[in-house]
């Protein structure tokens, strides 16, 4: 349930994102997908808590957009570790191509239900 979260938040921050797909003729747009896990702790022979890592892409023709200030925001708001791993130009796109590294273990959720 905690990656529903994640997608939820995102799509507050940026209407066109998607999960695991990017769209050939819509930008800007946010692409998130969860790859794996990443450092969950077990004991008493359970999982205690556990770690999704994963990547996030947003794709853009705008220099200085802010939407990824409110990306940041958003992986800072529901309590993910996380790092830009990347900023580059596509020249044959002609989009700048941001990507984020981030886990998330416990998913920060409002009393409301609002991220």
């Given at each position: 349930?905690?990656l529903?979260?994640?997608?939820?938040?995102?799509?507050?921050?940026?209407p066109?994102?998607?999960?695991?797909?990017?769209?050939?003729?819509?930008f800007?747009?946010l692409?998130?997908?969860?790859?794996?896990?990443?450092?969950s702790?077990?004991?008493?022979?359970?999982?205690?808590e556990?770690?999704?890592?994963?990547?996030?892409d947003?794709?853009?023709?705008?220099?200085?957009d802010?939407?990824v200030?409110?990306?940041?925001a958003?992986?800072?708001?529901?309590?993910?570790?996380?790092?830009?791993?990347?900023?580059?130009?596509?020249?044959?796109?002609?989009?700048?191509?941001?990507?984020w590294?981030?886990t998330?273990?416990?998913?920060?959720?409002?009393?409301?239900?609002?991220?």
């Amino acid at each position: 349930s905690k990656l529903q979260y994640v997608g939820k938040a995102f799509s507050q921050a940026v209407p066109a994102s998607y999960h695991y797909f990017r769209p050939q003729d819509r930008f800007p747009c946010l692409v998130w997908q969860e790859d794996g896990e990443d450092g969950s702790f077990h004991a008493n022979n359970h999982k205690e808590e556990q770690a999704i890592h994963g990547t996030t892409d947003y794709f853009t023709q705008t220099e200085w957009d802010p939407a990824v200030d409110l990306i940041q925001a958003t992986l800072e708001n529901i309590g993910a570790a996380w790092t830009l791993n990347s900023v580059q130009y596509e020249e044959e796109t002609r989009l700048i191509h941001y990507e984020w590294d981030w886990t998330v273990i416990d998913v920060e959720e409002e009393e409301d239900g609002e991220i």
